[in-house]
């Protein structure tokens, strides 16, 4: 099916393969690192998260998350793992198939909206990688920020002025 727009918020281009599925230790690590960084959190409290969770069995790694995240007021406390396991569910099974996925070309043009921080980290590569991937072209803006940070305030706002902007160029152009 055509559509007007692909849109990219900061995200790195596929693997051209597939790799294994990442351990359950490895998912609730990158769960807690995602959950306490969306919420504007630094990096020490995703490692005292990753400390405290290290050597767990996997059946309790989440409800220890849950009463650490509680304490750190990333969560209220009435949000408990009844709560946080469909959560935790929906981030394994995307990382699961990012890293399944296989990358094949796409025929049309993207929009790729970076922040500073992953442009800064990665650079041209990450460009390369998405034009081997879009073969119609790639439209690349960078907002300052990290990758949680252009979804709060203030850098949410202008994301999004930006790809209005972005939404109502595509929808003048005829499609293929």
Same mark, same amino acid.
């Given at each position: 099916?055509? #559509?007007?727009? #692909?849109? !990219?918020?900061?995200?790195?281009?596929?693997?051209?393969?597939?790799?294994?599925?990442?351990?359950?230790?490895?998912? =609730?690590?990158?769960?807690?690192?995602?959950?306490?960084?969306?919420?504007? %959190?630094?990096? /020490?409290? #995703?490692?005292?998260?990753?400390?405290?969770?290290?050597? !767990?069995?996997?059946?309790?790694? !989440?409800?220890?998350?849950?009463?650490?995240?509680?304490?750190?007021?990333?969560?209220?406390?009435?949000?408990?793992?009844?709560?946080?396991?469909?959560?935790?569910?929906?981030?394994?099974?995307?990382?699961?198939?990012?890293?399944?996925? /296989?990358?094949?070309?796409?025929? &049309?043009?993207?929009?790729?909206?970076?922040?500073?921080?992953?442009?800064?980290?990665?650079?041209?590569?990450? !460009?390369?990688?998405?034009?081997? /991937?879009?073969?119609?072209? #790639?439209?690349?803006?960078?907002?300052?920020?990290? %990758?949680?940070?252009?979804?709060?305030?203030?850098? =949410?706002?202008?994301? /999004? &002025?930006?790809?209005?902007?972005?939404?109502?160029?595509?929808?003048?152009?005829?499609?293929?």
């Amino acid at each position: 099916q055509e #559509v007007d727009l #692909v849109a !990219l918020i900061d995200t790195l281009p596929p693997a051209a393969e597939a790799s294994l599925p990442a351990p359950e230790e490895e998912l =609730v690590a990158r769960f807690a690192e995602d959950l306490a960084r969306l919420l504007g %959190h630094n990096l /020490a409290m #995703v490692e005292r998260f990753s400390d405290e969770l290290r050597g !767990l069995p996997a059946a309790e790694k !989440l409800d220890q998350l849950t009463r650490l995240a509680q304490e750190a007021g990333l969560l209220p406390r009435d949000f408990g793992p009844a709560e946080i396991r469909p959560l935790f569910a929906t981030f394994a099974a995307n990382f699961q198939a990012s890293r399944a996925y /296989a990358r094949r070309p796409y025929s &049309g043009n993207v929009a790729l909206f970076l922040s500073s921080q992953t442009f800064d980290a990665y650079g041209p590569e990450i !460009l390369d990688g998405w034009r081997r /991937a879009a073969l119609g072209g #790639v439209e690349a803006s960078t907002l300052p920020g990290d %990758h949680y940070s252009l979804l709060r305030r203030p850098q =949410v706002e202008r994301l /999004a &002025g930006e790809l209005t902007a972005r939404i109502a160029a595509a929808a003048e152009r005829p499609l293929n």
